[in-house]
């Protein structure tokens, strides 16, 4: 196996081979909720977006904030009391209701009309607005995200890095050099951090290593 260290330091896997053609379906992640097989959630929130928050947000008020696959994600209710504004986007209606029962947050619900069988819940205070469907009924991801930002929106992405060979994911490992083919054309890739997120979980999908790595987008006028 060729490995060798991309510019953020993190080993680079030259073959993503064994998870190239693997898809985690809508069903599969309805079934991750259902059974409670949801260890992707962190209840006090990711610790990387808590520190590199001010880069983010670069001191600014009333943001428009995008959640893609946000889950239950309890940030959501941190940036929403910060005075942001927050939008969401999660295939699982268990997910989005969870978020607002733990919240005690009251919502209500409509129809999204353009995109069939879609629903919007939206807190009544108007500030988080979940919409329940599949990112792809949307756009394709990386297009999506880079038509969604303006000249100064900065994006926070978080990828992780460990032997693809060793696990098939979710999560997927995503290479630097993947985020500079999807991102490069359009934005400038900061490499902010990466953390060692190794744990007992990650020993036992037969891995000796798991990172998280941080990078800031910017979108680059023409
Ligand atoms: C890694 S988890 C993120 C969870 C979130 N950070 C939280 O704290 O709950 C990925 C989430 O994306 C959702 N998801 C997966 N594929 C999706 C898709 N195509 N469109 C919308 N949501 C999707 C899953 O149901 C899951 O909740």
């Not at 330091?9 to 259902?34: C, F, M, Y």
């Not at 989005?96 to 807190?123: D, M, T």
């Not at 953390?195 to 000796?208: A, N």
Request: glycine share 6%; hydrophobic share 35%; charged share 25%.
């Amino acid at each position: 196996m060729e490995r060798s260290a991309g510019a953020a330091g993190v080993p680079e896997h030259s073959d993503i081979g064994a998870q190239k053609n693997r898809v985690v379906t809508k069903e599969e992640w309805l079934q991750k909720w259902e059974m409670r097989n949801i260890g992707f959630h962190k209840q006090q929130g990711h610790p990387l977006l808590q520190k590199h928050l001010d880069v983010l947000l670069s001191g600014r008020s009333g943001l428009r904030i995008f959640f893609p696959l946000c889950g239950k994600a309890v940030e959501m209710k941190w940036l929403a009391d910060m005075g942001h504004s927050v939008v969401g986007v999660e295939v699982s209606e268990q997910a989005l209701k969870e978020f607002f029962a733990e919240h005690s947050l009251p919502y209500c619900e409509e129809p999204v009309p353009e995109i069939s069988g879609a629903k919007k819940l939206q807190s009544t205070s108007g500030n988080i607005s979940l919409y329940c469907c599949s990112i792809y009924d949307l756009s394709s991801y990386a297009s999506l995200m880079i038509t969604l930002m303006e000249e100064n929106s900065s994006y926070l992405l978080v990828t992780v890095s460990y032997d693809p060979n060793k696990h098939e994911g979710p999560p997927f490992y995503v290479p630097e050099s993947e985020i500079k083919s999807l991102f490069g054309s359009h934005c400038e890739i900061k490499y902010l951090e990466k953390v060692d997120d190794f744990s007992e979980r990650h020993r036992q999908w037969g891995l000796d290593y798991f990172l998280e790595v941080l990078y800031l987008l910017k979108l680059v006028s023409d």
